[in-house]
């Protein structure tokens, strides 16, 4: 069975999890934009880290049999930061259509002020201009009211809950996000967010419509494979399988192939890797490795 891992965050990995994704037959990943752990001050660092994103992290997967998607977007968590934050504001119509971004987000809440409401509102605005999917990053503590409540001002933004994929939901709130006829993510994160016995639980109870598995795997404990570890323990315990190729796969393509960046086409009938490649001289290499060429690449290319 083919995956996709719909929010990981490998900008923090490393190229052995690249090379066990692909291993585990994960095909495509989109990784959003998000907080790395240490609140950044100035503007320059969100540009250099969005053009990381759509420049060499793409690159970065490709060399591993990876196709790689990304989200643009301000995180609820530095959108407390209101002078930087409009200056963020600035930057994310240069980015939001470049190739490969395929929704604006993770956006959404953290501690549930004012101003993170206030950017909240400002991006769904930018993701109606340009036509792109929303993913919804709802928060940490007081989950249920943040979820619900970010429904209600997306609803009164006027976008469909067709174009929204509310992501870390739980027992809490996965019913309510289903039943206001929103796309339902899951995160399998290690001692939070949702389990893969959980998960599991839940899809014998719910089905799969609108229901999509990642592993929004980053610097913390977390772990790469959630996906096709959470489709092996629901394939043993009598999920069927087309609701596992539905949370695990076919949800996710749906509901980002709405931005028009994201088709099966790409990763079915990639081409090939040729690890002698370069990104603006750049290798995924180091000296003496041997370069994996597969049959058919290309000439030697510096991109």
């Given amino acids: ?23 585990a037959g994960v095909k495509a990943i ?16 969100f540009k250099d880290y969005f053009s990381s994103l759509v420049g060499f992290e793409r690159f970065r997967a ?24 409009e200056q963020v504001m600035d930057l994310l119509p240069l980015f939001a259509t470049k190739e490969g971004v395929v929704a ?18 400002l991006q769904l605005e930018l993701a109606k201009e340009v036509g792109l999917p929303v993913l919804i990053h709802t928060p940490h503590r007081n ?15 006027g976008i469909s809950p067709h174009m929204c994929i509310i992501d870390h939901n739980n027992e809490e709130t996965y019913r309510e996000v289903l039943d206001r006829g929103y796309w339902c993510g899951f995160t399998i994160y290690p001692g939070t967010k949702m389990g893969n016995a959980r998960m599991v639980d839940i899809l014998q109870v719910a089905g799969a419509e609108r229901v999509i ?6 610097w913390g404990k977390s772990d790469v494979l959630a996906v096709p570890k959470t489709a092996k323990l629901a394939e043993e315990r009598g999920i069927p399988q087309e609701h596992i190729e539905l949370a695990c796969y076919r949800n996710a393509l749906t509901a980002y192939a709405q931005s028009g960046q994201f088709q099966e086409s790409d990763w079915l009938n990639p081409l090939p890797v040729d690890q002698r490649n370069l990104f603006q001289g750049n290798s995924v290499l180091r000296g003496g490795q041997t370069p994996r060429v597969d049959e058919g690449s290309s000439e030697y290319l510096i991109q």
């Fill in 1 to 23: 069975m083919n995956y996709i891992d719909p929010h990981i965050h490998m900008v923090s990995r490393t190229t052995d999890d690249y090379e066990a994704l692909a291993a």
């Fill in 104 to 121: 604006i987000g993770e956006i959404g809440y953290d501690d549930q002020t004012a101003t993170e409401e206030k950017f909240l509102r």
């Fill in 62 to 85: 490709a060399q591993f049999g990876i196709r790689h998607y990304c989200t643009i977007g301000l995180n609820s968590k530095e959108a407390n930061n209101e002078r930087l934050a």
């Fill in 213 to 218: 598995v990642d592993s929004s795997a980053d």
């Fill in 30 to 45: 989109i990784e959003p934009a998000f907080w790395q752990g240490q609140p950044r001050t100035e503007v320059g660092t």
């Fill in 143 to 157: 989950k249920k009211r943040g979820t619900y409540r970010t429904m209600d001002v997306i609803e009164e933004h």
